[in-house]
């Protein structure tokens, strides 16, 4: 198929390149082993919440046959980076350069040159046609691992800590082993489009040696969590974390009752030892939450009860391109609806955006199914969520972005796993 791009090609002066691509369904299939590259503000920026920033970053070279991604909990003071930007339009295949992050403020202050802002998941993949799925290997990695000088801040009670640290960027094993944890409300929240909100939630413990991440499309009809929040200094990935508030980022009026389920969250383990730790203590609980879902254009709640599910996600997945199917003015800062050829989700399957794929008028943050489903029912994604920094307008027939699809296979039994492992 063929689409448009726009590019930003010069972000400070806000020139946008346009470029007519072929793009087409393709297969991908991951390494055994990913890593993480360190985001770190190149200049001094003032910030005000909910207002993005484009912030320039230490340039990080992607190597040729790799995707990345933000890894999730707010890893600054002051807000979370959401995405990045790269001045080139290159293929996964090719090698790339990321410049700047786009950085979501969740309030006023200031971030200062050597600032780490974010972490980016890097991973390793081999790409194919969709015929040649059956002979697609894993790829063989060697990094190019750094260290490097940097500035770790976060909130410490009501004072913010800015501390010199030395930062090794490391590689992890991925077992694509997992479990689901519902982000449930504990208080109720008025919701005005724009106007972000840390939202208290359930306790949740993120065992040492996993790595949580959001799954898409599996929210409230009126806006998305954005990324989640544990109190104190950023933790390694090692260190266990306990998930406290999460952030919302609401596109329509609404209103969040406690016991309403706002998100959910998958929980990957780096190690098997942690995927162990993390079942052990829920095979015989369960959680309720209400979903909202809108039945003639009318909000209801549901209550759904939650036991415990896990599993094993593929390495084999696929690259779905999401295009506009119609012209949108795109308005700075206010999560937008686009709508965008429908994407044939299968059961069984889960998704992400890929991050660095940023359309010049904003980022894709989250997706919307025509219907809301189980993933074990087939689903079709008829709009986008988009969110930029600028004003800008998405046209009829541009790649706003590009989606990571993924099949699952349930661990029915989860006590069978820790009897093996454990």
């Known amino acids: 198929m063929r689409c448009s791009v726009a590019l930003l090609k010069d972000v400070e002066k806000r020139i946008v390149e346009r470029e007519e691509i072929s793009f087409r369904n393709a297969v991908f299939k991951s390494a055994n082993q990913a890593y993480w590259k360190v985001l ?78 974010g972490v980016m998941k890097v991973y390793p993949v081999n790409v194919g046609d969709v015929d040649d799925m059956d002979y697609i290997k894993s790829p063989e990695i060697k990094p190019k691992l750094e260290e490097t000088d940097a500035s770790m801040v976060y909130r410490d009670g009501k004072n913010v800590a800015r501390n010199r640290i030395r930062v090794k960027e490391a590689w992890y094993s991925r077992w694509n082993l997992g479990e689901w944890r519902m982000l449930i409300a504990e208080e109720n929240v008025r919701l005005i489009p724009g106007n972000s909100r840390l939202i208290k939630v359930r306790n949740i413990e993120i065992p040492s040696n996993s790595i949580p991440a959001p799954l898409y499309g599996y929210r409230p009809p009126f806006g998305t969590v954005l990324d989640i929040y544990s109190p104190g ?43 162990v730790e993390s079942v052990a203590p829920f095979l015989t609980g369960s959680e309720k939450g209400n979903v909202i879902v809108r039945e003639d254009r009318k ?68 997706v919307e199914f025509e219907d809301q489903r189980f993933v074990e029912d087939d689903r079709v994604i008829d709009y986008a969520i988009v969110i930029s920094p600028v004003d800008g307008e998405i046209l009829r027939g541009d790649m706003i972005g590009v989606i990571m699809q993924y099949q699952i296979s349930p661990l029915t039994y989860p006590e069978l796993f820790v009897k093996r492992y454990g």
């Open 299 to 366: 909000l209801k709640r549901v209550e759904f009860e939650h036991r415990p599910f896990f599993f094993r996600r593929s390495a084999l997945g696929y690259f779905k391109p999401i295009i506009s199917t119609e012209t949108k003015r795109i308005r700075a800062n206010i999560p937008e609806k686009v709508m965008v050829e429908k994407i044939d989700i299968p059961a069984g399957a889960i998704i992400q955006p890929m991050s660095g794929k940023v359309h010049a008028a904003g980022a894709v943050i989250d």
């Open 233 to 275: 200094r950023p933790r390694k990935i090692e260190e266990r974390k306990i998930i406290t508030h999460a952030l919302f980022i609401p596109f329509e009026e609404g209103e969040i009752k406690e016991g309403d389920i706002i998100g959910v969250i998958n929980v990957y383990s780096v190690a098997v030892g942690g995927i």
């Open 40 to 117: 770190v503000s190149d200049e001094d920026k003032k910030i005000r919440k909910d207002k993005l920033e484009f912030i320039r970053i230490r340039k990080i070279r992607l190597p040729p046959r790799s995707t990345v991604a933000p890894l999730s909990i707010l890893r600054h003071a002051f807000g979370t980076a959401i995405d990045v930007l790269s001045s080139e339009l290159k293929k996964v295949e090719e090698t790339r350069e990321i410049s700047h992050a786009v950085f979501y403020p969740v309030e006023d202050g200031e971030i200062k040159k050597d600032d780490i802002i």
